[in-house]
């Protein structure tokens, strides 16, 4: 073997020879001095320290914390001065290892190195009055100031904690933090202006309540991370450098300010999350916070960032700043899902400085909100909730797209939109209840262009509509409204008073003033009014939770409507009237006309009426007030009102009448034989009766020299009492060109049942053309000889005529 390696290996065996009878001196030391050496550490850990520590038994570890020498202590515990009063130690510990210099503690002092804490509670207790054991680390008041310059505080530079329990109970403030400590160890390095600890920390947090009213934050979550910690003395802040820490699986940037040198301590924590999933962040909250967030969910994840600041003394909650960034993203909450989602978003539970940190004092901001809902496209320039003990949402609504897609919304049951473009922009205000919008009131406007759209339950279709809707506070003005249907072009425009509050309250109730004008009308084209709705149940929306269908269907078939009518012309079937005006009110049952007035057959109608809505079969009620019509137009225009003769074919003149009647029509507006009541007073001036079958045949052989085709008359008056198929004639005297009668009886329309009476003398009324006297006229009316006739039913079904005598008509 060389010479320098021997003596290299006899240098190495003495250094461990050396230190082996060092420590070995240490451990003989140590045990022959356990008591002093006990009360040495004791006391050096009671500096500064307002109460007791105790320590059950102490055990040499030397290589355990080799070089310095290891102390292992045995059931430590911390107690405060009032313990005997509240009895929360400050610190239980099965095991407390200690490394100590050893050339400081072969000097006889002790100066500690390390502490590891094992198997141990720490439990910081406030109670209700503000006390706390921590006051255990305060200083105690010097009676004589002594000087000892071997005197000075413990500087611990290394720690660490092992299945350590932390808890902080503070009754006062509400507040409640325990961490179940797996790891947690560091560097300290002592500077002139306080200390830099560099922390390796992973703890299971099972509560981190601010306030317990409220509930924890992140509970039951892993917190994991290094953590870079500083003191400045001067100051009296404790401040965690913002770091990576893992919360769960979600990384999170946190930092932390605590002024310790205020009582109570100040706080501020920032969180800063670059990428978290909507559901794992609602997660970390409070209860209270959670239970409302998670009626929301975004799909896609999210940058959030909050800031939570207070302070450790009573005072509930602390204050909160949030702030997040939604980008493409998808959200499901107010009752819908919308897609394409973004905005800019803070949370704030101080809206109002001075106001306290509760929820109501909070409020929600989402700037340039922005998606689709059911395929239409939106923006709202701020979305403003604020007090969400009972939460109200303000914004600004604009969107344009195609009405087709209106039917993602409200389906095709009620209105069913095939073409046609809207734009809107409203201002609304609404309560929040269950995180779904609650009856918004709304200003702005809907505008609606080039739209057809059919009104199922109805039947009707109309073509380039057009329709304008301006929301004031809580009325709705409705403006250039254009539609069509056939033929029919209609301009409209209307009010509603109390629109929203009666929309959302009581459909039923809405009454729209309507001001409706027309070049053209074809009573033809809504007479799907008149029939069965085709979907009298339930509406069905593609949307269960959508009450908007409901409340629309039910607005449109219940609501009531005013309307004031000019109408150029208006056509039914054969009829066509012009100058139309009229006050129509329209309700579920049906509708009732007034102040009816127009221009027919070169005279005017005027009439008063209603309509009962029953499906198929239709009541009315008319009163009417004809005057100077062409009685062949009128009789055309109507279908002979039902009378199969004489027809307007026979009939000359100008026609005066008044009505009383009632009746029916059909769905297709057609009267329903026999179902008219009434009465109807009637004067026709200058007609004439032409080629009437039924008075020909019987003139031609009582009058075969006169002109039957052509009976004229200068004024035929009478009056009808019509009640159902049959119309009773009251007498009434026909003064004519070829003969004058007398006539009485009754008339049935259809069927059986006419009687009618006919006193004809067979003078020729032309030979009195030249007398002037109306009295002598009237004398000589019925001289001569007077023929009776009865008109009665035929066995064919036609209208029989029979000379009777004098004693079987006075029967």
């Known amino acids: 073997m060389p010479l320098w390696l021997k003596r290299s290996i006899q240098v190495l065996a003495s250094l461990i020879i050396l230190v082996s009878l ?25 500096k500064n320290l307002n109460g007791s520590l105790t320590v059950g038994n102490i055990e040499p570890t030397f290589f355990k914390g080799f070089p310095s020498v290891s102390v292992s202590l045995k059931k430590v515990e911390i107690k405060d001065s009032l313990w005997n009063v509240h009895h929360h130690s400050l610190l239980t510990a099965s095991d ?35 006390y706390s054991n921590t006051s255990v680390f305060k200083k105690k008041p010097k009676k004589k100031p002594v000087k000892d310059e071997n005197s000075a505080p413990a500087q611990i530079r290394h720690f660490e904690l092992n299945d350590v329990r932390f808890i902080l109970d503070n009754r006062k403030g509400n507040k409640l933090f325990l961490f179940a400590i797996q790891d947690f160890h560091g560097k300290v390095d002592y500077q002139s202006s306080g200390w830099n600890a560099a922390i390796k920390l992973k703890t299971l947090v099972r509560s ?3 306030n317990t009213k409220r509930g924890s934050f992140i509970k039951d979550k892993l917190l994991e991370g290094n953590m870079d910690i500083a003191y400045n003395e001067q100051a009296g802040v404790i401040e965690v450098k913002p770091n990576v820490l893992n919360i769960g699986v979600d990384p999170f940037v946190i930092g932390a300010k605590f002024k310790i040198s205020k009582d109570p301590v100040d706080f501020s924590i920032s969180v800063e999350a670059p990428s978290i999933l909507w559901k794992s ?11 409302k967030l998670n009626m929301f969910n975004l799909d896609k994840p999210i940058y959030a960032k909050a800031i939570i600041e207070g302070n450790m003394g009573a005072g509930g909650d602390p204050s909160i700043f949030v702030k997040a960034t939604v980008k493409d993203n998808i959200l499901t909450g107010f009752g819908g899902v919308i897609n394409n989602c973004n905005f800019a978003g803070v949370y704030t ?12 004092n909070s409020a929600i901001k989402l700037y340039q909100f922005s998606g689709s809902y059911k395929e239409l496209p939106f923006t709202v ?34 209105l069913n939109f095939t073409k046609g473009t809207a734009d809107l922009k409203l201002h609304y205000s609404a309560d929040i209840v269950n995180f779904r919008f609650n009856k918004p009131i709304l200003t702005g406007f809907i505008s609606v262009k080039n739209a057809d759209v059919s009104y199922v339950p109805r039947g009707l279709n109309f073509k380039n509509t057009s329709i304008a809707l301006d929301f004031k506070g809580p009325d709705l003005l409705i403006k250039d409204i254009r539609l ?110 007034k102040n009816v007035s127009l221009k027919h057959g070169g005279g005017s109608i005027k009439l008063n009426g209603s309509l009962k809505q029953n499906g198929r079969l239709n009541n009315f009620a008319l009163q009417s007030n004809v005057s100077n019509v062409n009685i062949r137009d009128f009789f055309y225009s109507f279908d002979n009102f039902g009378l199969e003769s004489p027809s307007y074919k026979n009939l000359k003149g100008n026609f005066f009448a008044k009505t009383d009647i009632t009746g029916s029509v059909n769905s297709q507006g057609k009267l329903i034989p026999g179902s008219m009541n009434g009465n109807v007073n009637f004067d026709i001036k200058k007609g004439a009766l032409v080629s009437f079958d039924a008075v020909k045949n019987i003139g031609k052989f009582a009058f075969p020299f006169r002109d039957l085709d052509n009976i004229t008359f200068d004024n035929l008056n009478g009056k009808f009492d019509i009640k159902g198929r049959l119309v009773t004639i009251r007498p009434m005297m026909i003064n004519s060109s070829v003969l004058n009668m007398n006539l009485a009886g009754v008339y049935a329309t259809t069927g059986k049942g006419t009687n009618i009476l006919l006193d004809v003398p067979l003078r020729n009324p032309k030979k009195d053309e030249d007398i002037t006297d109306k009295q002598e006229i009237k004398e000589r009316r019925m001289k001569g000889i007077v023929i009776h006739i009865l008109a009665t039913d035929g066995e064919d079904g036609k209208i029989k005529f029979k000379l009777v005598g004098k004693k079987d008509k006075d029967r």
């Open 22 to 46: 060092i420590f070995i001196g240490l451990a003989i030391y140590v045990n022959t001095h356990k008591k002093e050496l006990q009360a040495s550490i004791t006391k050096e850990l009671n």
């Open 96 to 130: 407390f290892d200690i490394a100590v210099n050893t050339m400081a503690l072969l000097k006889g002092t002790i100066e500690i190195r390390k502490v590891t804490i094992n198997d141990a509670s720490i439990y910081l207790f406030t109670d209700s009055n503000g």
């Open 208 to 210: 981190l309540a601010f």
């Open 281 to 291: 962040a609602s997660a970390l909250l409070a209860p209270n916070i959670t239970s």
């Open 349 to 360: 539970n101080n809206f109002i400085n001075g106001k306290g940190f509760t929820d109501a």
């Open 381 to 414: 320039d701020t979305v403003f909730i604020h007090n969400l003990d009972k939460p109200v949402a303000t914004g600004t609504f604009t969107s344009k797209f195609e009405v087709v897609k209106l039917s993602n919304i409200i389906g095709s049951d009620i």
């Open 484 to 593: 069509q249907s056939g033929k029919s072009v209609v301009f409209m425009d209307g009010s509603v008073k109390n629109f929203l509050n009666l929309y959302y309250n009581a459909p039923e109730k809405i009454l729209l003033n309507w001001r409706v004008r027309s070049s053209d009308v074809y009573l033809g084209e809504f007479l799907a009014f008149l029939g069965d709705r085709k979907n009298n149940t339930t509406v069905k929306s593609k949307d269960k939770n959508n009450s908007f269908a409901t409340q629309l269907n039910t607005m449109l078939e219940k609501g009531n409507a005013e309307i004031n009518l000019r109408v150029d012309r208006v056509h039914y079937s054969k009829f066509t009237g012009t100058n139309a005006t009229a006050d129509v009110f329209l309700s579920q049952s049906g509708l009732s006309l």
